[in-house]
């Protein structure tokens, strides 16, 4: 497995739309490792394709003790109203706000192996992690879901953090992380969406 870099705002990727994926190859299933080891590696619990820079319709998903890969995912069914909670993306990094997002969401997707699957009545983190990656995978950003005073003070908060990202790319370290202290990382990353 190798880490990928990681876009972020300001990388023309982001904001396209996704393609669906049509067949499981040896290079796909590469890409899925590669984007597990990445997220692992950044502390994430989602990561979507664009993301890193492909344009394939899928994510990867480590929430509320469940690791899924997401093919051709769509959003079936929601219910429960709107619920607001901090979220931050590995694509902005350093910067979160209240988002909201339904309480309860069924997703169809494919998995690994082309299977269809519905995960039903997904909420609390792993729903609120599907709907943020979704979205990744039709050029949406969570920015997009705030108010326009939100979205100008996050703005704000961006200019400042994207001075460290000149080539519109966020490069991991190469060494791993102790598994203690990767242990200790994720632990922490589960309180917001990324």
Known sequence: MARLDIHVLGSPILRQETERVTQITPELR????????TMDAASGVGLAAPQVGRRE?????????QRLVIINPEIVHHEGGLVRAEEGCLSIPEVYAEVDRHA???????????????????????????????????????????????KRRAMREWEDEKR???????????????????ADNKAGSKADAK
């Open 30 to 37: 590469r890409l899925v490792d590669d984007m597990f080891d």
């Open 164 to 182: 460290k990202y000149p080539q519109n790319v966020r490069v991991l370290p190469v060494g791993d992380l102790p598994p203690e202290k990767a």
């Open 57 to 65: 319709r899928l994510a990867v998903v480590d929430a509320d003790d």
């Open 104 to 150: 309860r969401v069924t997703v169809r997707a494919q998995d690994i192996d082309g299977t269809w699957f519905e995960i039903e009545n997904a909420g609390d983190l792993l729903g609120r992690c599907l709907q943020h990656e979704i979205d990744h995978l039709h050029g949406k950003i969570f920015f997009d879901r705030l108010s326009l005073l939100k």
